[in-house]
């Protein structure tokens, strides 16, 4: 058994205020329960970890140290911001292993996470922390063994700095994401006029698209749950939203449906949209149909999903 | 025999920081240093140096990749990574050729090297057309022509006897580098290929371009071609790269590989210019 809880589903920035009260203003959180074998996986410290460090100060911590892992889809500070508040780097005694991709530079994923915590932005420096934390940096990987039976598979996704998508597996139960991502498409001149199309940048641009937006969606086949990015419908994306890294909700629902897909939870929700326009959404995207197999919402803070 | 050895670990010693070719440094710095570079510019720029195009993959695939699924396309790179990445890597590999510049060989001028590995680049690549292999195959055929020569590179000063006595005997390069150096340029681009952890086709264009007979059936065909390109670019003195008297008797098992006729092979002469004119106006050489 998978538990799956949603700490925060914002995309960006932490949006709290009276518009975003169902849905929940937090950005990205989500985590991972595997109870038979008392494994504890967090992915992403966006603002809404915090909360979730509560939840584990007054119900994990009785029962003794904790012990966690952070998996990180990538860098950028809505998926870091929430690091510093969770209280259980602070306790002695705390694991934590931060597991996470960086982009090309001299950096390790200690100093780009960690960077956020020195004097001039917050007043604790990450040399002060009494939990245990280890580092380590992710790569594509066809198949890691966690452990207790749990494997994990990772694989780049469309970002502007290198993010990786996660499938989680255990005892038959597969928990994928894949955000923030848009799809995969040919960024070279594919005009024969223009003076410097290149028939074979071209050409091999479009294989290649084509091909990465078909790897995705085969890591995420057959999944029980996946969490993907939807920022943005397609006419938002298409005025002036390519390249942004984030996906239109229409792309995320065929290819999920394509993959056979059982859960689809519409992740990553742009800031600016209300409680209001999430519910109108709903009943455009994901109205039941009798023939659908595919179950689609938007995800929601506090919400939990057990596969 | 400890003469070899001293060779040898000093080749060794050059190979850990070889430099790139500062030709095409320049330029690559200029289209990477601005913030709107266009992707075909950048394709273009790295893909036209071969000691950039091979650290460049070197480096995404060591930085991104387990070992199952190499990257041995910048295109794809590109595609995958994204511009930004894929320039950063770029850039700082160019940065640091050129700060590490410490040693080239005085005796193969390196405008005259670039322009050898372009044009056998440039030749395997419309070789390939011509021998109507798919158009996404083709890349591989161009890096694989621009990389062939890399073995030559950490050469010292002692060069300048061998291509002296190569021109006195008439004899093929690789005959005159063993016999006066103990080693010659493709054992020397194996240490490089292996190094740079090279994909496996490409290697053996790099180990074999003078050797077709001793490579694996399945990479024959792009050896062949990358050899068939290397004698029409030495024979024609497109660029120079020391071999002026080419071994002929390879020619017949190379038109038979590849199913070509020689005059096929000359036919491509205006096309090869053209295309070797164009990467030399890009590059601004």
Known sequence: ?307 | MNDRKAKLDKIRVFVDKMPSLSTTVGKVLEICSRTDTAPNDLNKVISLDPVLTGQVLKLINSAYYSLMNKVTSLTRAIIMLGLNTVKNLALSTAIIRCVGQAKKSKALPIKEFWAHSIGVGVTAKLLAAERGLPLAEREEYFVAGLLHDLGKIPFGDEYTEVLAQVLKTQEPLTVVETRLLEIDHEAIGEMIASKWKLNAVITDAICHHHTPQAVQPEHLSLVATVALADFYVCLFDIGYAGNRFPDETLLPLLLKTCGLEWSAVVGLKAAVDAEITKAEIFLQV
């Not at chain 1, 939840?55 to 003794?64: C, E, S, V």
């Not at chain 1, 005694?93 to 991709?101: D, E, H, L, N, Q």
């Not at chain 1, 995420?220 to 002036?240: C, I, N, P, S, W």
């Open chain 1, 1 to 307: 058994m998978i538990k799956v809880k949603f700490w925060g589903v914002r995309g960006s920035i932490p949006c709290p205020g009276p518009h975003t009260m169902k849905y929940g203003g937090n950005t990205a959180c989500i985590e991972l329960r595997f109870p038979e074998v008392n494994r504890h996986i967090i992915i992403d410290a966006g603002s809404g970890i915090r909360d979730l460090a509560n939840f584990m100060l007054a119900n994990d911590l009785p029962k003794g140290p904790i012990s966690t892992e952070i998996y990180l889809s990538h860098t950028h500070w809505d998926h870091i911001m929430g690091f510093p508040f969770f209280v259980p780097v602070y306790i002695p005694g705390t694991s934590i292993k931060v597991f996470g991709p960086v982009t090309y530079e001299d950096e390790p994923l200690e100093a780009v996470v960690g960077g956020q915590m020195k004097y001039r932005y917050f007043p604790v420096n990450m040399g002060e922390l009494a939990g245990a934390i280890e580092y380590r940096r992710l790569k594509e990987e066809p198949l890691l063994d966690l452990g207790d039976g749990i494997t994990l598979s990772t694989t780049i996704i469309n970002h502007p700095i290198t993010a990786l998508g996660y499938r989680f597996s255990f005892r038959g139960a597969v928990f994928c994401t894949a955000y923030d991502t848009e799809p995969f498409r040919n960024l070279f001149v594919t005009d024969p006029e223009h003076p410097s199309y290149d028939e074979l940048m071209a050409v091999e641009g479009e294989e290649a698209a084509r091909e990465q937006n078909q790897v995705l969606q085969e890591f995420f086949t057959g999944a029980d749950l996946l969490v993907h990015d939807a920022q943005y419908t397609r006419a938002e994306y298409e005025k002036g939203k390519i390249g942004w890294g984030h996906s239109p909700i229409e792309d995320a629902i065929a290819s999920a449906r394509r993959a056979g897909v059982k859960q689809l939870a519409l992740f990553h929700h742009d800031p600016e949209r209300s409680d209001a326009q999430l519910d109108a959404m709903t009943q455009v995207y994901c109205a039941e149909d009798g023939g659908d197999p595919m179950r689609i919402f938007f995800a929601r803070e506090g919400q939990e999903i057990i596969l």
